[in-house]
Nanobody, 124 residues
Framework: QLQLVESGGGLVQPGGSLTLSCTAS????????IGWFRQAPGKEREGVSC????????QYAEPVKGRFTIFRDNAKMTVWLQMNSLKPEDTAVYYC?????????????????WGQGTQVNVPS
């Protein structure tokens, strides 16, 4: 059974960068689309970015376009979310999720495997 573990969160000043990792275990990641989601205090969880199983298709939510980059290495069972030019509104718990349903990927919550999340804090 696929398990996901996020890491790389922390405290970063506005304008700074962080790279989150989503590492899988238990089964090959080759056929899974991966999504990154975030949930800020008092807000609903929202899709941030996603990547298709082969890495050929990516999507980004409007608030992060041009600042975040998603990429993967299936041999390393890892998907990364590189976050640049961070803003206070990026503060949230970030989750990765996996699904076998898509040959592409989606930013909606149609994923059936979720990690436990990693906290990102960008103070104002």
């Amino acid at each position: 059974q696929l398990q996901l573990v996020e890491s790389g969160g922390g405290l970063v000043q506005p304008g700074g960068s962080l790279t989150l990792s989503c590492t899988a275990s238990g089964i090959s990641l080759n056929y899974y689309a991966i999504g990154w989601f975030r949930q800020a205090p008092g807000k609903e969880r929202e899709g941030v970015s996603c990547i298709s199983p082969t890495g050929t298709t990516t999507q980004y939510a409007e608030p992060v376009k041009g600042r975040f980059t998603i990429f993967r290495d299936n041999a390393k069972m890892t998907v990364w979310l590189q976050m640049n030019s961070l803003k206070p509104e990026d503060t949230a718990v970030y989750y990765c999720a996996a699904s076998l349903l898509f040959s592409h990927c989606v930013l909606s919550e149609e994923y059936d495997r979720w990690g436990q999340g990693t906290q990102v804090n960008v103070p104002s």
